[in-house]
């Protein structure tokens, strides 16, 4: 029975990676609109847990005050890593992926290459933001609280929490991508006040920048050194720098973490995960 599921998973995995591969070719397509909101009204700006994970590149302003804590994670999920021999066999990583989001307790979490039927793993206290929209960077909350005015392109999604624009990314290293990304990714700030980005860009900051990107990195504004959040595993590790990233507007940036801990498994994932706790 068991062998029967994991291979009818499988199949379900090599379908939605097809079919994500046949949406990457539409780059010019236009977002996806739903003018929902899910969950009952409740604040999401509340005292959070202090993470007790090993981490890298940790750095924290003051600690005072109702703070809101955002998840970002490439989870790796693709058609890839079915052995389940391997030392990273995908079921044996989203079982460790848990584990972390049990411990570090964020609000919100914004996933990258997260597919059916890895979206399992995600702990029971969250609710997916995209309702049946089939992607690979969904977004999740926290039940109970209330989310509206959700979008979704081939390389983003976004939706309001308490006041807050999340964008979630996952970009390419492609400059042309990378420049129609950021694009729209700032047409998101022109009706908000507040926002995060973050996610798997593909790039490093100075291209984001380059590309004229109208946000501030949460890592730069907290003083913390560029690590690499990026680590192959087929092929020897070579330096990308941070690919992934959080940017802020209209916020203030208290901690900022590149999870380090492979919370029992060999690797999480070939990204690290990032986490950010930011005040109004």
Same mark, same amino acid.
């Given at each position: ?12 995995l090599?379908l939605c ?27 999401l700006?509340?005292?959070?847990p202090?993470a ?5 590149g940790?750095?924290?302003?003051e ?5 809101l804590?955002?998840l ?6 693709w058609t890839?890593?079915?052995?389940s ?8 990583r989203?079982e460790?992926?848990?584990r972390m989001?049990?411990?570090l307790?964020p609000?919100?979490l914004?996933?990258q #290459?997260m597919l059916?039927p890895?979206?399992r793993?995600v702990?029971d +206290?969250?609710r997916? =933001? /995209?309702g049946?929209?089939n992607?690979?960077?969904?977004i999740f ?9 959700h ?8 939706c309001t929490?308490d006041?807050v624009?999340?964008?979630?990314v996952?970009s390419?290293?492609?400059?042309e991508i ?5 694009e729209?990714?700032?047409e998101?700030l022109?009706d908000?006040e507040?926002?995060v980005?973050?996610?798997d860009w593909n790039?490093?900051?100075a ?10 990195s949460?890592?730069?504004l907290?003083g913390?050194?560029?690590d ?8 020897p590790? #070579?330096?990308?720098g941070?690919?992934d990233?959080f940017?802020v507007? +209209?916020l203030?940036? =208290? /901690? ?6 492979p919370?029992g498994?060999s690797k999480?994932?070939?990204h ?6 930011i005040?109004?």
């Amino acid at each position: 029975m068991e062998k029967t599921m994991i291979a009818a998973g499988c199949c379900l995995l090599a379908l939605c990676g097809l079919l994500t591969a046949c949406r990457m070719a539409g780059e010019d397509s236009a977002p996806l609109k739903q003018e929902l909101a899910g969950g009952q009204a409740q604040a999401l700006f509340a005292a959070s847990p202090q993470a007790s994970a090993v981490v890298s590149g940790d750095s924290t302003g003051e600690a005072t005050g109702s703070t809101l804590r955002v998840l970002s994670f490439n989870v790796r999920t693709w058609t890839r890593d079915l052995d389940s021999g391997s030392d990273v066999f995908w079921r044996t990583r989203m079982e460790a992926m848990e584990r972390m989001i049990e411990d570090l307790d964020p609000d919100i979490l914004c996933f990258q #290459e997260m597919l059916f039927p890895a979206t399992r793993y995600v702990p029971d +206290g969250y609710r997916r =933001v /995209s309702g049946g929209v089939n992607i690979s960077h969904p977004i999740f909350v926290r039940k109970g609280v209330k989310w509206q005015d959700h979008e979704v392109a081939v390389r983003w999604e976004a939706c309001t929490v308490d006041g807050v624009r999340i964008i979630n990314v996952h970009s390419s290293w492609d400059g042309e991508i990378t420049a129609r990304t950021v694009e729209q990714v700032n047409e998101q700030l022109t009706d908000c006040e507040m926002a995060v980005a973050c996610g798997d860009w593909n790039v490093r900051l100075a291209a984001l920048q380059k590309a004229g990107l109208q946000m501030e990195s949460a890592r730069v504004l907290l003083g913390v050194p560029e690590d690499d959040t990026f680590e192959n595993f087929t092929r020897p590790q #070579e330096s990308h720098g941070p690919i992934d990233h959080f940017f802020v507007a +209209g916020l203030q940036a =208290v /901690s900022y973490r590149m999870i380090t801990d492979p919370y029992g498994c060999s690797k999480m994932s070939d990204h690290f995960p990032i986490v950010l706790d930011i005040r109004k």
